[in-house]
């Protein structure tokens, strides 16, 4: 539901700020999941029936190789200049769920794969396989 969530950001930039995206990441990571997956599934439903002004803002893409939550008052500052994120490249952003888990494998052998063979590639370490510019 978090891929569904970032669509319809793109879809629909502006209709809801980079903190409220920001924040339910997060508690994605926090709550109960089944409790969040309710919450998120009623979010989505709403976001559905939103018409969404157009703008002269610009499109924005966040990247970086943050290893915890982009600070409120950044994300703020970019939309208060002009910006508008549409999308972001970040660990607690569209990296926590970019990559599919297995699970045809035992949970353990699914994680480690998906972390040997994650997509997009880490940032943080080198591997020749991996390719940025498909990214």
Request: with cysteine; glycine share 6%; proline share 6%.
């Amino acid at each position: 539901m978090l891929k569904q969530l970032y669509q319809i950001r793109r879809e629909k930039p502006g209709v809801l700020s980079a903190v409220q995206v920001s924040n339910t990441v997060k508690a994605s990571m926090l709550m109960d999941k089944e409790e969040h997956n309710a919450l998120l599934e009623q979010l989505i439903g709403k976001l559905g029936a939103v018409e969404v002004p157009k703008t002269n803002k610009v499109p924005l893409i966040l990247t970086g190789s943050l290893c915890e939550t982009c600070d409120e008052y950044v994300l703020k500052a970019v939309e208060e200049a002009g910006g508008e994120i549409v999308d972001d490249d970040l660990y607690v952003g569209s990296r926590y769920f970019a990559t599919e888990v297995g699970k045809t494998l035992p949970p353990i052998e699914a994680l480690a794969s998906a972390y040997v063979n994650m997509v997009p590639p880490c940032p943080t370490r080198h591997d020749e396989r991996s390719s940025w510019v498909s990214m």
